[in-house]
């Protein structure tokens, strides 16, 4: 069972900003890290990377020494992988794909929801910032379904009572994996995303770094 080289203390050399803070609460080191023209519909059947392979080879059990419990899904968004902490200082590691330059998130939060074969509800910002820079007109909302974008299974990010408006996430662009392409959320591929959201219950800690 190979080791994860990449998780040796932490020893900055200057002072260390939000997110290495949180990599050493969590006793985990650091890594190393359109066009316009006519308004058109988004063409779900069209979308990039639909049907491509990625180079993600898939989940596997790892070495994995930390200080949170069990049962805590840790996202490192630089290796852009998943872990999901087990007993014995082992994860189960899964390739994700993770937020754009300008749309990383970090931080904690707790699994507040978790949907089957969810419906998809673009956040305003959203579709207006698609019809000004690529001239693409997103649904208001779309029913779950392969052509989802949110795949198979989604769990929702709370931070206390309030939505976060970030998620783990299926996909129907396993191409994407491994990539940083999203406005935020985490991607999976759909059949491990089944795995996981079959593994965690409503309260499970989320770390993002």
């Keep these: 069972m190979a080791k994860n080289a990449d ?4 020893k900055p050399k200057k002072p260390m900003n939000r997110r290495a803070l949180l990599l ?11 066009a316009s023209g006519q308004t058109r519909l988004f063409n779900f059947n069209a979308a990039p990377f639909l049907g491509e392979t990625s180079r ?18 840790i996202i490192r968004t630089d290796q852009r992988k998943l872990y999901y ?21 970090s931080g904690i939060a707790r699994i507040g929801r978790k949907a089957v074969w969810p419906q998809w509800r ?14 693409r007109e997103l649904p208001q909302v779309m ?18 009572k309030r939505d976060t408006m970030y998620r783990i996430h299926g996909t129907n662009a396993p191409a994407t994996i491994g990539q940083a392409m999203s406005s935020g959320c985490i991607r999976m591929l759909n059949d491990e995303v089944i795995e996981l959201y079959e593994q965690v219950p409503e309260g499970t800690k989320v770390i993002v770094v």
Excluded: C, H, K
């Design 24 to 34: 050493a609460g969590l006793g985990l080191g650091a890594s190393a890290a359109g």
């Design 143 to 160: 029913e779950g379904g392969p052509q989802n974008p949110l795949g198979a299974r989604a769990l929702y990010l709370y931070q206390g």
């Design 56 to 73: 993600y080879r898939g989940r596997r059990v790892v070495d994995f020494p930390t200080r949170e419990r069990p049962g805590t899904i």
């Design 122 to 135: 673009p956040p305003q910002e959203m579709i207006e910032r698609e019809l000004a820079q690529y001239g």
């Design 7 to 10: 998780f040796s203390p932490l």
């Design 85 to 105: 902490v087990l007993t014995a200082g082992q994860a189960i590691r899964y390739g994700v794909g993770v937020g754009r330059a300008g749309f990383e998130w």
